[in-house]
């Protein structure tokens, strides 16, 4: 860059635009933080008026989370053994007792089961579509990516209808099988409509010379292509995962029980008295978190995906 | 104006999607406006209307 | 003398001595693309010719022992000449119009203030995104909290910056602020995305445009009203059309968060067309309303797609 550009902002600009950034930055992490910090405050404290900023961390929603408790007779507390670990004296210190354990290391098996399972179904199939749409003159080429990206922009409950009771027919409802396969079909789009761009950017010199030494098409693919797309695939993966992870109006009109992800179950976590806040912060949180990690890493793609590959900056 | 006029009577690509894209947008404020229960009740034909012009003018030549 | 047959085979074009080889080409591009289509087929499509078949009838998935009659066109006539509906998408329309127009304000004007390229930028940006990638359940579901008049943040600030006590009103109860409330939740959420998409179309303005505009002595004014609004346009449009069509379709964030009320305040028509199929069990009339909203989404798909080829070939 040339020492003098007229197009280099100022100094002066530079910093004013710097603070007011910051400030936006400030105000759109706090209900974040706020998620965060309430799944380790008490009970009385997560309910306080003000609200409180400073308190003493607890892992009480935490241990609220993952167990069920049930309330018993003043006597009976009385007369208990003492709490054997430190979660047992946690919900002691609430008066009650651990009953057994709650479901929603279930619920976060189940999303991470149908987040993973679908992701690799759509990174498959997405793969050698897109590598077809790339390299293949397709009949109606147009037509069909059009087709493709138009499936994603369905209402999930315009198509939740038949889906019910075409799964109610095979037997799909509620099973991993069918949230994955569903989730798939969603999600093909965009994997489709992402890798392609990924793969137009590769070269065809490298699979023609691959060609020439005597390769098929099928191995120029394998060990030419896929080398070279890895990192377009592993980002359109991780946006695949995201919706998966992320995604309830399917989950809660398709699934209640088996096969239940945590988006329709975090809202359900009751405590005495309405929701148990610390502990839906502390699923939130835990939820979260992976999503946030995957943001971060897919900080430099994050535009394409969300633009199905059009904007490549 | 007379060239748009040309080129929707030569079946062009682009007018034709014009057209279209007016009136799938012409069809969706009037399924959304406050003012008249009439407009409603036709919005949905207008955007399937428009819907289905656009994709059949889409494979006019350009 | 050389075999002629020999120099032919060395001057065959790489396609036929492939296709002795494996299999064609063609052979190879129906072989990977089938499976897609296929899944979709299934997935999509079917459901959605079974959606059509169903709204013409008045079947009741609840009851599937009941005979099914054939209505004809009796649920569409009821549902665009019902009065509530009309409502719903008025509440839809409230809630489209106000999240693009604060979207589009504020993620431009993060937007150009990011592109002062100030030290850092990168770091805010991704945190700055962070509220987009978050489960919108879990987001609606939390947002409640953060409303509750009593305990809750937002009604804190406000008391905090205004004076107004915290348990005068209700962000999500009645007295009119409900609509609002999920059109700050959506766009807490979504402002980013219209943010990164603005940003790589500043980006996308080369350099020698604004000091070719120097040289002719342009004011600033003059260049960002001539210069870079035309230039962000398109991928303005973009972003608006996407927002625009997923916002037409809003269930999970609401439904979470005000479930559609105080009263009908917040019933956007995709949380009405729920309880229509899933709670009041009317399958007929629901697919009807159902085909009603996808046709529109399909109608504004297809601007979408040409909208995203404009911006591909930039």
Redesign the interface.
Known sequence: MSAYSVTEPTRRSKLVAGVLVVLYTFITLLPLVWIISTGFKSGPDSISYPPKVVFEPSLEGYVNLFTTRTRVGAEEFENLPPAETWYDQIVRDQGMVIAGPSRFGERFLNSVIIGFGSTFLSIFLGTLAAYAFSRFKVPLKDDLLFFILSTRMMPPIAVAIPIFLMYRELGLSDTHLGMILLYTGVNISLAVWLLKGFIDEIPREYEEAALIDGYTRFQAFRKVVLPQAATGIASTAIFCLIFAWNEYAFAVLLTSGTAQTAPPFIPTIIGVGGQDWPAVAAGATIFLLPVMIFTILLRKHLLRGITFGAVRK | MTDFLRNLIRLRRGPW?MV??IL??L??VM????FA?AL?????LV??V??VM??IV?HFPE | MPNPLDAAARATPPTVARRIRGLSDRAIAWLFVAPTIFLLLAINIFPLIWTVRLSFTNYRANRPNEEVEWVGLRNYIRILTDDGIWANMQTTAHFLFWTLVLQVILGFALAWLINRKFKGNDLLTTLIVLPMMLSPAVVGNFWTFLYQPQIGLVNYTVELLTGTPANSFSMLGPGGYAPWSIIIVDTWMWTPFVMLICLAGLRSIPDYIYEAAEVDRASKWRQFWTITVPMVLPFLMLAVLFRGIENFKMFDMVVLLTGGGPGNETLLASIDLKREAFEKWRTGYSSAYAIILFVTVFGLASIYVKALNKVKER
């Open positions: 999607e279209a894209t799938i947008a069809g969706v399924l959304m406006q406050p229960l409603f009740t036709w919005s949905f955007t399937l428009g819907t656009f994709i889409s």
